[in-house]
T-cell receptor, first 110, second 115 residues
Framework: KQEVTQIPAALSVPEGENLVLNCSFT??????LQWFRQDPGKGLTSLLLIQSSQREQTSGRLNASLDKSSGRSTLYIAASQPGDSATYLCAARRPDKLIFGTGTRLQVFP | DVKVTQSSRYLVKRTGEKVFLECVQDMDHENMFWYRQDPGLGLRLIYF???????EKGDIPEGYSVSREKKERFSLILESASTNQTSMYLC??????????????FGPGTRLTVL
């Protein structure tokens, strides 16, 4: 059974720092891995999707990498800003559904 | 932009009531999903659908049913609401093809309280 774990569960950093959020999954037979952002009380916003054949994806200050063999993905946030404060979720896609991690709650303070 | 809308942001119902949660997407996506999100448990898949009139059980279908009569609309039904169904309900949709294939787009969520 696929399990997805995110470490750390919470993170508080000063503005300007570069951050790494970690996601690990137990079964390497995934189709893709997706990173989401969720603001309090809101739905999820898709940030990046990495297909199983890819190693990384970039969007602005965000970079996500995927290492299937080790069962890991990382989300790198460059030059963090207070507006980046949110919960970040990763999800590994099996043939028919996404398996979500429980998220990393990020706070960036000025 | 993809838009997924849900009929209510907040809903309060009584135990035993029949509850309908509606989800509509405007991007002609084939796939639609219903999740619930609870603290410490993350998102769990209730039901999903890959086509009109088609449905598949997710991880926690007990106490729920769904309906997909039109491609753009996916309804979640709580036949007899119970207090343990108090949760945040999230709808999502995705396409089977194209550049954004597989990317799931989520609605704003419905926070349901069952008293």
């Amino acid at each position: 059974k696929q399990e997805v774990t995110q470490i750390p569960a919470a993170l508080s950093v000063p503005e300007g720092e570069n951050l790494v959020l970690n996601c690990s999954f137990t079964d390497s037979a995934i189709y893709n891995l997706q990173w989401f952002r969720q603001d309090p009380g809101k739905g999820l916003t898709s940030l990046l999707l990495i297909q199983s054949s890819q190693r990384e994806q970039t969007s602005g200050r965000l970079n996500a990498s995927l290492d299937k063999s080790s069962g890991r993905s990382t989300l790198y946030i460059a030059a963090s800003q207070p507006g980046d404060s949110a919960t970040y979720l990763c999800a590994a896609r099996r043939p028919d559904k996404l398996i979500f991690g429980t998220g990393t709650r990020l706070q960036v303070f000025p | 932009d993809v838009k997924v809308t849900q009929s209510s942001r907040y809903l309060v119902k009584r135990t035993g009531e029949k509850v309908f949660l509606e989800c509509v997407q405007d991007m002609d996506h084939e796939n639609m999903f219903w999740y619930r999100q609870d603290p410490g448990l993350g998102l769990r898949l209730i039901y999903f659908s890959y086509d009109v009139k088609m449905k598949e059980k997710g991880d926690i279908p007990e106490g729920y049913s769904v309906s997909r009569e039109k491609k753009e609309r996916f309804s979640l039904i709580l036949e007899s609401a119970s207090t343990n169904q108090t949760s945040m309900y999230l709808c999502a949709s995705s396409s089977k093809s194209g550049r954004a294939r597989d990317t799931q787009y989520f609605g704003p969520g419905t926070r349901l309280t069952v008293l």
